[in-house]
């Protein structure tokens, strides 16, 4: 607590520091933060568009995303930019709060339901500056909605195959500086397969209040309970019951050149499963940023957070080779990144982490960009990135194979890229290349810092409004694993077609997986799979809203590989056609 302390000591005293006097422009401050980076955000229109259970379902068509999922329900695991490893090798948070289960620092992403969310932001490529370690492949950051009337809400339900139902409920509002939501998401599903079925709840709270001096400062409270049954090659009647929780803080506050923002957070999970598997684990940390506007053409983010990762196997079934016992482990960092606009056309980025790990050590991360506006509509960007994931308990302790020396793995990345936005038209394309070095494998029955890698990869991507009633999107994703192919399809298109001729909406989406393996060196390949999707909804009213969803239309037979090396890395069936029917109700 000591720790969490001098980092609000610290912020508070930095903000009075960089004060001043002169108006702060939003707009502007809001442009100045664009920091070269391949970003994407799905906003809350997307989303709704789409068919989703988890929130890590409406990531399937997004360029440069791959999302491993075990059916209809159950686990949907992003991969970005061939790193995933069950949400290991990225970074995946709420509100900026890290989720993840901290004895094996894998996410819990069918814990993740969508009641209350209001976008997505998705970071693609390495960048550990900002979003710390295990930011291999990128970042995802989920925002849940703020209300802006006295009271709103919503009611979305949907019912289908498999005996499928979802049940959402929102209620919020904003009066007499106050803020309050509740949100609660009830789902159950038989599955697609014997012994596939799902049954979670998800409750979620926050309460705020907006200070005379325009200070916002919000607690904000999650609880999930489910248990999900997996169906061959998992034995029979095998299931997973999660209980996970979290609690945070947070005030944000913007001065007249500077905005200040502090956090603390503590998750918390309680794991059981049929093999006799029971653990329990915590993650507590603190976070304190400030954005600073210095001239008018330079923004500098600088910040400090640090984090204490718990967790204790209490059982581990007969046969495990785990080690029962309970372990921990802290870090801290700092880190600042400079964007400075030298003219109108042309601006550069500049940043670095320093990063302190009790056990794995130090490490730096960095970040070099450029982007420069060859003409109005034309945007070029170039940019170097380096990376890093410190290990998680697991490594350094649980297992037979377990080293307390590991270092933290490693990862440069270089990106060129190219943005064209005229009128109705956007395009953008992306290469890139990443070397990574002290990979952790397991070697000779022990985990050791040997071996590196080379992913090479393209981005495609384009969308145009056709008019008042027609709007599309499509995307190409090619990425060369070399012989690191388990999991890392080579070829993935997507495309959208969203159709609105007054009250009638249709939303056709496509989704094609090339050149997919299950194993190492192009071995075990997977067939290749065409899914297509459709979705019509029809506007009874500005309030209610009718819906018919389907799903995989074709009726394709594929197989999807799934990164859980504890289960020997599975090959599971995916779900057939799937219809379902639902409504949504907004007051």
């Known amino acids: 607590m000591k720790k969490y302390f001098l980092l609000l000591i610290f912020s508070f005293m930095s903000s009075s520091v960089f004060a001043s006097d002169i108006s702060l422009s939003l707009e502007k401050f809001t442009r100045l933060r664009d920091t070269v980076t391949t970003t994407q955000e799905l906003t809350y229109a997307e989303i709704e568009r789409k068919h989703s259970s988890q929130a890590m379902d409406v990531l399937n068509n997004v360029t440069g995303v791959f999302v491993q999922k075990t059916g209809d329900t159950g686990r949907a695991d992003p991969v970005i930019r061939g790193f995933g490893d069950s949400c290991r090798k990225i970074v995946v948070s709420i509100d900026g709060k890290p989720e993840y289960m901290s004895l094996f620092g894998c996410g819990v992403s069918h814990s993740i339901l969508s009641g209350n969310i209001d976008r997505i932001e998705i970071a693609k490529g390495p960048d550990s500056v900002l979003y710390g370690s295990g930011a291999l492949g990128g970042a995802i950051n989920i925002v849940t909605k703020t209300p802006s009337e006295p009271f709103e809400g919503s009611i979305d339900y949907y019912t289908g195959s498999f005996n499928t139902q979802n049940a959402k409920v929102y209620l919020g509002g904003i009066s007499n ?3 309050y939501e509740i949100a609660a998401n009830k789902m159950s599903s038989d599955g697609h397969l014997a012994n596939s079925q799902y049954n979670a709840t998800d409750l979620y709270e926050k309460l705020g209040y907006i200070f005379k001096d325009g200070g916002v400062l919000r607690v904000q409270a999650k609880q999930y309970s489910g248990i999900t049954y997996y169906p061959k090659p998992y034995p029979a009647n095998y299931w997973e019951d999660y209980q996970r929780g979290s609690i945070q803080a947070d005030y944000n506050k913007i001065f007249s050149r500077t905005e200040l923002s502090l956090k603390v957070f503590e998750n918390y999970g309680e794991h059981k499963f049929s093999n006799k598997f029971h653990s329990r684990d915590s993650l507590a940390g603190a976070m304190a940023g400030l954005d600073i506007e210095i001239g008018d053409n330079n923004l500098l983010k600088t910040g400090t957070q640090f984090r204490q990762q718990e967790g204790k196997l209490v059982d581990k079934g007969a046969m495990s080779p785990m080690k029962l016992g309970k372990w921990k482990s ?4 700092v880190f600042a990144l400079d964007k400075h606009n030298f003219t109108d056309n042309f601006s ?3 940043g670095a982490r320093y990063n302190n790990d009790e056990i ?3 490490f730096v991360a960095a970040r070099v960009g450029v982007e420069y506006k060859v003409i109005e509509d034309v945007l070029i960007k170039a940019l170097y990135g380096r990376a890093f994931r410190s290990p998680y308990l697991n490594e350094l302790y649980l297992l037979p194979t377990s080293n307390k020396n590991l270092k933290p793995e490693e990862l440069n990345n270089y990106e060129v890229g190219l943005d064209i936005k005229k009128d ?10 990443m070397k990574g070095d002290n990979l952790i494998q397991n070697d000779y029955g022990k985990f050791k810092n040997s071996g590196n890698y080379e992913f090479k990869g393209s981005e495609v991507s384009a969308g145009y409004i056709f008019g008042k009633y027609v709007n599309a999107k499509a995307g190409y994703t090619y990425f060369n694993a070399g012989t690191h192919t388990m999991g890392r399809p080579e070829s993935k ?4 077609v969203n159709i609105k001729i007054n009250k009638w909406s249709l939303l056709l989406g496509g989704t094609y997986v090339g050149e997919y393996y299950a194993a190492d060196k ?3 390949r997977l067939k290749d799979y065409v899914l297509v999707n459709a979705k019509l909804a029809y506007e009874v009213n500005e309030n209610i809203k009718l ?3 389907g799903q995989n239309l074709t009726n394709q037979d594929y197989t999807m590989f799934i990164d859980r090396a504890t289960d020997g890395y599975p090959v599971m069936q995916m779900p057939g056609t799937a219809v379902y029917f639902g409504t949504n109700i907004k007051f």
């Open 177 to 179: 500086n106050i803020i």
């Open 330 to 333: 802290s870090d801290w960092a």
């Open 348 to 350: 550069g980025v500049l």
């Open 360 to 362: 794995s050590g130090e």
């Open 424 to 433: 109705d038209f956007t395009f953008n394309v992306t290469g890139f290349v």
């Open 493 to 496: 298109v997507d495309t959208e």
């Open 522 to 524: 192009k071995q075990n």
């Open 547 to 549: 819906f018919i969803d």
